[in-house]
């Protein structure tokens, strides 16, 4: 079965520092992949995703994020955090078996300090 | 105006209730979703459906019922709420006609059921 697994419950970064989130996936095929973001209080809202093409994809707010088949991993980076970027964020696969649906991961919560 | 609207936000209902959440949206998709969000466990999926006759059940569909009443509404039930129910649950929708993956999403609903 699908599945995408985020190892870091939470992480704590400096403002200006950079960061990167990690994601793997489990995916018979090409993989759909998306990284979202969830602001305190609000839905979730997509970052950025990839279908096939260039293995580096830019997203939204700054954000990049890497394929990498070989290590069946899709992780999220930004080079320089602003506090605003405080929030929960989640990694997904899309399944297309039955029609398509997204598989979340179960996310990392990210803490800026000063 | 939100593109996906959910009510309520917030619900305390006591154990054996009834329960309806609604969810609407004017983005004309015909996709819809309702997913369930529980700390460390990201987002699972409840039901989904493709379009107005079209009903499918997700990954914990146990203890849920889902009435689609027009391409823009979709509410999801609880017969007889229980505490494990507490969750917060989000509405998505997404477009069939170009790329079925972006997710949409309402601002959530917190049920708490005591």
């Known amino acids: 079965a699908q599945s995408v697994t985020q190892p870091d419950i939470h992480i704590t970064v400096s403002e200006g520092a950079s960061l990167e989130l990690r994601c793997n996936y489990s995916?018979?095929?090409?993989?759909?992949l998306f990284w979202y973001v969830q602001s305190p209080g609000q839905g979730l809202q997509l970052l950025l995703k990839?279908?096939?093409?260039?293995?580096l994809v830019q997203g939204i707010k700054g954000f990049e994020a890497e394929f990498k088949r070989s290590q069946s991993s899709f992780n999220l980076r930004k080079p320089s955090v602003h506090w605003s970027d405080a929030a929960e964020y989640f990694c997904?696969?899309?399944?297309?078996?039955?029609?398509?649906?997204?598989?979340f991961g179960a996310g990392t919560r990210l803490f800026v300090k000063a | 105006d939100a593109d996906v609207t959910q009510t309520p936000r917030n619900r305390i209902t006591k154990t054996g209730k009834r329960i309806m959440l609604e969810c609407s949206q004017t983005?004309?998709?015909?996709?819809m979703y309702w997913y369930r969000q529980d700390p460390g466990l990201g987002l699972r999926l409840i039901y989904y459906?493709?379009?107005?006759?079209?009903?499918n059940k997700g990954e914990i569909s146990d203890g849920y019922s889902v009435s689609r009443q027009a391409q823009a509404k979709f509410s999801l039930s609880l017969e007889s709420a229980i505490p494990n129910q507490t969750a917060l649950y989000f509405c998505?929708?997404?477009?069939?006609?170009?790329?079925?993956?972006?997710?949409?999403f309402g601002e959530g609903s917190r049920l708490t059921v005591l």
């Open positions: 990839y279908f096939s093409g260039d293995t």
């Open positions: 995916y018979g095929a090409t993989p759909y």
């Open positions: 998505a929708t997404s477009d069939s006609s170009g790329f079925a993956g972006e997710l949409f």
């Open positions: 459906s493709f379009d107005v006759k079209d009903i």
């Open positions: 997904a696969v899309g399944d297309n078996t039955g029609g398509f649906k997204t598989i």
């Open positions: 983005k004309g998709h015909d996709r």
